[in-house]
């Protein structure tokens, strides 16, 4: 039996880590970080620093995360694909790095209770059965809160309610087009779901949130649409990669 902690981690500030995910961080044995492809591989390096800084006992072992095709017309099926990919990947490596009876810590970015692969990617591995897990999620502080927060604002208004979407569904006009306000997640480079909400909405942007990096926007989209849109490409441009969330009220 190996045990696996899924650790949320927050969004690169050391301070969001909860007390769980110090204790659990504090008890294990090995450490897995994958490698993303070019400047994105940024974020393996404040992985890195967490773990020095709160798992000094572990082994860290290093590995290449599988590449998702992106740009696939066939989003759905390039994803199950990573996700295969990424299930073999952390199996073969439990099984080289992590002895019977020890454990393992994988560290997601946010909160893995929220929106992250790795949550689905081990209930594959275990489901493959050649690896004897017990396994748990550790909880962290996800990008919509820590937007809201950074925004001073709430999630939620008195009887309204709140998606939490990807832009995917915005830009393709399938999410409820009612009066729920949205939290829209993982924009693209090229489309941008600001390009399809009304005018007269608000939004509240954030790139970075919660690092030293951090941009922040809000006002009626309208007015600060083409605001928001320079920013991502200036700072897509600067680092190499974007990470943002907004939140939108709907009239």
Same mark, same amino acid.
Request: charged residues 30%; aromatic residues 4%.
């Given at each position: ?73 066939? /989003? =759905? ?7 295969? =990919? ?54 962290? !502080? ?36 009612? =009066? ?16 399809? !909400? ?22 009626? #989209?309208?007015? #600060? ?20 969330? /907004? ?5």
């Amino acid at each position: 039996m190996r045990t696996v902690q899924v650790v949320g981690i927050g969004l690169g500030d050391p301070g969001q880590l909860t007390l769980d995910a110090v204790e659990a961080l504090g008890g294990v044995d090995v450490v897995v970080l994958l490698h993303k492809p070019g400047p994105a591989d940024e974020l393996t390096a404040i992985r890195a620093r967490i773990v020095e800084r709160f798992a000094p006992q572990a082994r860290v072992v290093e590995r290449d995360d599988a590449v998702r095709d992106r740009t696939s017309p066939d /989003y =759905e099926g390039a994803t199950e694909r990573w996700r295969d =990919e990424r299930a073999a990947l952390y199996e073969q490596t439990l099984l080289d790095e992590v002895p019977d009876g020890g454990s393992c810590a994988l560290l997601v970015w946010g909160d893995p209770a929220i929106y992250d692969g790795t949550v689905e990617m081990l209930h594959r591995l275990d489901a493959r059965g050649r690896v004897d897990l017990d396994w748990r999620v550790v909880p962290g !502080l996800g990008a919509p809160t820590v937007l809201a927060a950074a925004h001073r604002t709430t999630l939620t208004r008195t009887a309204r309610a709140a998606t939490i979407t990807p832009a995917r569904r915005v830009l393709d006009d399938s999410v409820d087009s009612g =009066e729920a306000d949205l939290v829209v997640m993982l924009d693209s480079a090229r489309d941008h779901g600001l390009d399809h !909400l009304p005018d007269d909405a608000t939004v509240y942007w954030g790139a970075y949130v919660g690092t030293p990096d951090e941009v922040l926007i809000a006002g009626r #989209v309208g007015d #600060v649409r083409a605001e928001i849109l320079a920013a991502r490409a200036e700072h897509r441009e600067r680092k190499g990669w974007l990470m943002d969330t /907004y939140l939108v009220r709907r009239r």
